[in-house]
Antibody, heavy 119, light 108 residues
Framework: DVQLVQSGAEVKKPGESLQISCKGSGYSFTDYWIAWVRQMPGKGLEWMGIIYPGDSDTRYSPSFQGQVTISADKSIYTAYLQWTSLKASDTATYYC????????????WGQGTLVTVSS | EIVLTQSPGTLSLSPGQRATLSCRASQSLSGSYLAWYQQTPGQAPRLLIY???SRATGIPDRFSGSGSGTDFTLTISRLEPEDSAVYYCHQYGSSPRTFGQGTKVEIK
């Protein structure tokens, strides 16, 4: 079975850095794009960007370009979402999700990682 | 960027009734690259429909999708209590990918 297992909840202070992870299993990790999606408390889904672990080709939504870094380590089947300086407005649940191999829709989701940024 | 507008914001219906959810795109979606997701509280979204009308694996046939161009619909033919959730449409034909703001379905 395909599984995307995300790292646990984080509580950080403004200005701190953070990296959260998403480990894929049950499929060929290098052959499927992995997306990151933000959901702020009580709000809807927002597309942040996507990475192809096979060659680390990465595409960002304009709203998130320069605000986060998406990366992947194919040797350990893991994708990452990173911040260098968190803000309170980064408080949200972040989902990783696997894109269908040939079509563009996302078909499998991680369980989500809640990031809380508070002084 | 393609903006997806969902309506209504909230739908309150009884079990057994039909629910009709709308998703309108600001530009035509070539190839009907539209998906629908269901999200229950505290859970990750679940894929229901892709390609505007194809049901994902394991999705009951009471869920159906239709539409093309700029207007798309998700229909739940006979509501069951477990259908209480927020439903999102998502376009994946144009970059950046975008989601609608969601429709909340409440079961009376």
């Amino acid at each position: 079975d395909v599984q995307l297992v995300q790292s646990g909840a984080e509580v950080k202070k403004p200005g701190e850095s953070l990296q959260i992870s998403c480990k894929g299993s049950g499929y060929s990790f290098t052959d499927y794009w992995i997306a990151w999606v933000r959901q702020m408390p009580g709000k809807g889904l927002e597309w942040m960007g996507i990475i192809y672990p096979g060659d680390s080709d990465t595409r960002y939504s304009p709203s998130f370009q320069g605000q986060v870094t998406i990366s992947a380590d194919k040797s350990i089947y893991t994708a990452y979402l990173q911040w260098t300086s968190l803000k309170a407005s980064d408080t949200a649940t972040y989902y990783c999700a696997r894109r269908h191999e040939s079509s563009g829709y996302v078909e499998d989701w991680g369980q989500g990682t809640l990031v809380t940024v508070s002084s | 960027e393609i903006v997806l507008t969902q309506s209504p914001g909230t739908l309150s219906l009884s079990p057994g009734q039909r629910a009709t959810l709308s998703c309108r795109a600001s530009q035509s979606l070539s190839g009907s690259y539209l998906a629908w997701y269901q999200q229950t509280p505290g859970q990750a979204p679940r894929l229901l429909i892709y390609g505007a009308s194809s049901r994902a694996t394991g999705i009951p046939d009471r869920f159906s999708g239709s539409g093309s161009g700029t207007d798309f619909t998700l229909t739940i033919s006979r509501l069951e209590p477990e259908d209480s959730a927020v439903y999102y449409c998502h376009q994946y034909g144009s970059s950046p990918r975008t989601f609608g703001q969601g429709t909340k379905v409440e079961i009376k």
